[in-house]
């Protein structure tokens, strides 16, 4: 068992660098308080930017870059605008910085401002805004059909919450979605899309906060962050996070600490960043399997029903460094280069559910037989990309050409030991769990005989890709084809399975007018084979499975950037699955064959909108509709989520909405949302059913005051939010809770 660290220790620690940081930034401070005592008729907290800067050019005085900050985000409070709360002017996931309207692919943005409204810690909070997202496991999702799990951050791979963890929000400034396959710009990826974490960087303009939590649930929490300017080349940011609740399940609760530092150094034409981050996130009584349903989808006992003993956890530590260093080299040619390492163990000792037992034999389960698992998974990665750009005029022709490559290595060491329970209590092995009265605390882990099941199995990926992209601008006309070229290798048991791929994309923008677009794209991804389906005796190696898209839409910024709309059809293929071929062992080696064979095509429509009512009132709209079926197999088997002629937790409707209406007046904002995914099947077949949860905000400021009032399941629905297998059941979604964070800015 890992003992768990209390992150007291690491949180004092940087609360000292804090402040440390804090200090150097007394030339910024006094200029402000300057600026305070003149009788400019309004202190700088009543100020918004506008008012600020009339005010101040009759006195002549320049406003400090943190105070201009601080009246810029008082103006988005009282009189924001969707374009400014909820969407920004570019995105970067695409590897070449594009406005949402120039762009021929389809990227939805989780801006920092919608995070902190809905009051999110982790990405599942977040799913709603997204069409076509909807919650699979842990971290993993359905996006458009098709289940996928990997996480990228800052463009580059190495996803510190691998494993069973979920990715937190404190140091995070957005989420980008990049939906259906991006291959050419990724290397390998699921064909649904990929989520693109952008994190937090420093910055010259002073930003000092800091915020405490109290909530339902014995919910206590506290967060710092300091942004500004060190020197005259030199920005910084440093923040803690931590917070610590029960959760709604028996014997669940959760303690995560953050610690970010990062400092941003400009010399002359080139910018280099290097960024620090330490997650330590400790769960008890993890980890969390479902809870059992019957044939209708129904929960067979209480949702807070929990597994686990009071002793069991999942502990995850995370430690990742980064560094970019970006610029332009000549005048029209840009470039950067960025470096990740990430170090992290994630270790867990729980009880799982192994069956369902009648006990009583009256043919309605009321216990679950249960397995001990002690396992811990330590991995390291290490990631590397860089990207030059080159933009000319050729005549009427506005040109850009990406040339890119990323290099990619994990290795990950399991050890994995196991302690099977029966029917019936037995001394040395788990005891039953009974489903409406669990009786917790009748069995000791530290008496099971383990068996080992993994002792140090090392596992590992590299992947080295080079792509090149060219986009030529005409008039009214975007043109955009790309290539790449991808080499692969899986390592199980010392052996690899070597590969290789091409990836393409294509696209089309057409703006009939400055407000409208019409786009259109294909595009093309890659998975490689399990390393453990690649054995040769079964006809391996085999070649990676493959993923297409054929999409088109129109995007809109209508009534001058008050309503942002987005509308997308799309096809996506995903072919090369492998499968059991009919004919059996046909070399006759002990071994039956496989074909790459299968077929899984996924058609949706996705719409995303944005709108400002009224000046003071916002709704932001997200849904998918989406329709996953088999379209080749042999009868074989091998189409992983496949049950029938379905998929799980692959919704057919999935509906998220988030409105903002506020009291310019009283410096207060009221927000309601709600979030409807339709009915779905488990891996096991049962039936997940449909449910819509409503959630809602009070945003109130004072002087250098904010408060935030959230409100989640506002009318305590019991439902499930997605489906496992039989013996752990569906995922409950969470009652209905509150907190309040009381935040103060400097």
């Known amino acids: 068992m890992l003992q768990t660290v209390s992150p007291v220790g690491r949180i004092l620690a940087l609360n000292a660098l804090i402040w440390a940081t804090l200090s150097t930034r007394a030339t910024l401070a006094d200029a402000a308080e300057k600026l305070e005592s003149r009788e400019i008729g309004a202190s700088s907290a009543a100020l918004n930017a506008e008012g600020a800067n009339e005010a101040l050019r009759g006195e002549q005085v320049i406003v400090p870059a943190g105070l201009q900050q601080v009246a810029e985000a008082e103006e988005i409070v009282v009189t924001g605008r969707a374009s400014k709360l909820y969407r920004i002017g570019e995105t970067t996931s695409g590897k070449l910085p594009t406005a949402p309207l120039a762009s021929s692919q389809t990227i939805a943005v989780i801006t920092r401002e919608l995070i902190d409204d809905q009051g999110a810690r982790d990405a ?119 917070e610590a609740r029960d959760t709604f399940r028996f014997n669940a609760d959760s303690e995560i600490a953050i610690a970010d530092a990062g400092a941003t150094f400009d010399t002359g034409p080139f910018s280099t960043t290097i960024q620090f981050t330490h997650v330590d996130q400790n769960l008890g009584g993890n980890r969390l399997r479902g809870v059992p349903v019957d044939d209708d989808g129904r929960f067979l006992t209480d949702r807070r029903w929990n597994h686990n003993e009071d002793s069991d956890f999942l502990d995850l530590a995370s430690t990742f460094v980064q560094a970019r260093i970006e610029g332009e080299i000549v005048d029209g040619v840009t470039f950067d280069l960025a470096a990740r390492y990430n170090d992290g163990a994630e270790t867990q000792q729980y009880h799982e559910p192994s ?160 407000d409208v677009s019409l786009f259109a794209q294909y595009a093309t991804s890659f998975e490689p084979q399990s390393a453990s389906s690649q054995d040769p005796r079964a006809g391996g190696p085999f070649a990676p499975t493959e993923g297409d898209i054929v999409e088109g ?163 305590d629905k019991t439902y499930a939010a997605s489906g496992f297998i039989a013996r752990t059941g569906h995922f409950p979604g969470e009652p209905r809770s509150a907190f309040l964070e009381i935040a103060r800015t400097f």
């Open 124 to 242: 599942q909070d977040l799913y709603r805004n997204i069409s076509g997202v909807s919650v699979f496991s842990y971290a993993g999702v359905t996006a458009r059909g098709f289940r996928q799990e990997e996480n990228f951050y800052d463009g580059l791979r190495g996803d510190p919450y691998a494993g069973f963890s979920v990715p937190q929000l404190f140091n995070v400034e957005r989420i980008e979605v990049l939906k259906g396959p991006a291959g050419m710009l990724y290397g390998q990826t699921a064909p649904g899309g990929l989520f693109n974490y952008v994190s937090k960087k420093p910055s010259y303009n002073r930003d000092i906060s800091t915020t405490v939590t109290i909530g339902s649930a014995d919910r206590i929490g506290a967060e710092a962050e300091a942004i500004g300017t060190l020197s005259e080349t030199v920005a910084g940011r440093a923040g803690i996070f931590y």
């Open 355 to 514: 069956g369902l037992l009648d006990t009583d034999g009256d043919g309605v389960f009321d216990a679950s037989q249960r397995e001990f698992r002690d396992q811990k998974r330590a991995f390291e990665t290490w990631s590397f990309g860089g990207n030059g750009i080159w933009s000319a005029t050729w005549g009427a022709a506005d040109n850009r050409v990406l040339f890119g490559f990323d290099h990619y290595t994990a290795d990950l060491v399991f050890d994995y030991r196991r302690a099977r329970g029966t029917s019936i209590a037995t001394p040395g092995l788990p005891t039953p769990i009974n489903l409406s009265d669990p009786a917790y605390g009748q069995t000791n882990p530290a008496s099971y005989n383990l068996q080992v099941i993994n002792d140090g199995v090392v596992t590992g990926q590299r992947q080295t890709g080079f792509y090149a992209l060219d986009e030529i601008s005409w008039g009214e006309v975007i043109l955009i084809a790309g290539a790449r070229r991808d080499e692969f290798s899986d390592i199980q048991a010392g052996t690899p399975t070597k590969g290789d791929a091409w990836t393409w994309r294509t696209g089309l923008v057409y703006r009939p007018r400055a």
């Open 553 to 715: 839409g129109i995007k809109t910024a209508l009534s001058n950037d008050r309503i942002q709309s987005s509308l997308s059809i799309y096809r996506i293929r995903r072919t090369n699955l492998l499968q059991s071929d009919p004919r059996g062992d046909t070399d006759n080696d002990g071994i039956d064959n496989l074909l790459a064979f299968g077929e899984v095509t996924s058609k949706g429509v996705d719409v995303d909108v944005a709108a400002d009512l009224t000046p003071d009132w916002v709704l932001t709209l997200a849904y998918g509709y989406n329709d996953t079926k088999i379209t080749k197999d042999n009868g074989g088997g091998g189409i992983s989520n496949r049950v029938g002629t379905r998929f799980a937790n692959a919704p057919k409707h999935q509906l998220g909405f988030w409105t903002r209406y506020q009291i310019p007046a009283l410096n207060l904002a009221a927000a309601f949302g709600g979030d409807y995914v339709g009915s779905r099947i488990s891996l096991d077949g049962q039936p997940v059913r449909s449910y819509m949860a409503f959630d809602a905000s009070v945003m109130w400021g004072i002087g250098d005051w904010n408060l935030l009032l959230r409100i989640d399941n506002i009318f």
